[in-house]
T-cell receptor
């Protein structure tokens, strides 16, 4: 498996609180992504990054922000969590030229 | 932007039968079509992919076909086994101008495949 870890793996928080999920890779891959997975919706792209300080919005970016200050770390922040953001969040990395994504193990977030 | 539709949402087959999952995409510029398998509680993993210059690709019991004109692609699993039970996702992406595929994959909604022993 690709060297990609997510933290925390599980989190319960209350509406209105800020939350940050971290994705860390040891593969030195240029591209990193955050997806959320919800029943009936598959995997939806939130934000992605082409390199350090180079990020862009995905399909469902409202309410989320990201930062990438180092190649190995990609942070996803919910500034003020809402119940609709209860989901499983997957980070993924990819090499240039292949298109294949390697996913982390996922972070389950519950917003009460 | 790209939109990927996947059918059926659930599929139940008897062990040894074949299973077919179909996807359609909207952006004619898409040129990379992977399939991911996600077992219960696990991360999605790539099982097979196809690029737009190829019409069919096989890997043992799984195959993918692509019809660019109709903008649809399908996953075929033959001689299904209980361990094939999982959620399967199709996806599509396209190159950025002057660059390789970005991996900015847009996924279908997923198909839950159950293989009954």
């Amino acid at each position: 498996d690709a060297g990609i870890t997510q933290s925390p793996r599980h989190k319960v928080t209350e509406t209105g609180t800020p939350v940050t999920l971290r994705c860390h890779q040891t593969e030195n891959h240029r591209y990193m992504y955050w997806y959320r997975q919800d029943p009936g919706h598959g995997l939806r792209l939130i934000h992605y990054s082409y390199g350090v300080k180079d990020t862009d919005k995905g399909e469902v970016s409202d309410g989320y922000s990201v930062s990438r200050s180092k190649t190995e770390d990609f942070l996803l922040t919910l500034e003020s969590a809402t119940s609709s953001q209860t989901s499983v969040y997957f980070c993924a990395i990819s090499e240039l030229d292949t298109g294949e994504l390697f996913f982390g193990e996922g972070s389950r977030l519950t917003v009460l | 932007g790209e939109n990927v539709e996947q059918h059926p949402s659930t599929l139940s087959v008897q062990e040894g039968d074949s299973a077919v999952i179909k996807c359609t995409y909207s952006d004619s510029a898409s040129n990379y079509f992977p399939w991911y398998k996600q077992e219960l509680g696990k991360r999605p993993q790539l099982i097979i992919d196809i690029r737009s210059n190829v019409g069919e690709k096989k890997d043992q019991r799984i195959a993918v076909t692509l019809n660019k004109t109709a903008k649809h692609f399908s996953l075929h699993i033959t001689e299904t086994q209980p361990e094939d039970s999982a959620v399967y996702f199709c996806a599509a992406s396209k190159k950025r101008s002057g660059s390789s595929n970005t991996g900015k994959l847009i996924f279908g909604q997923g198909t839950t495949l159950q293989v009954k022993p």
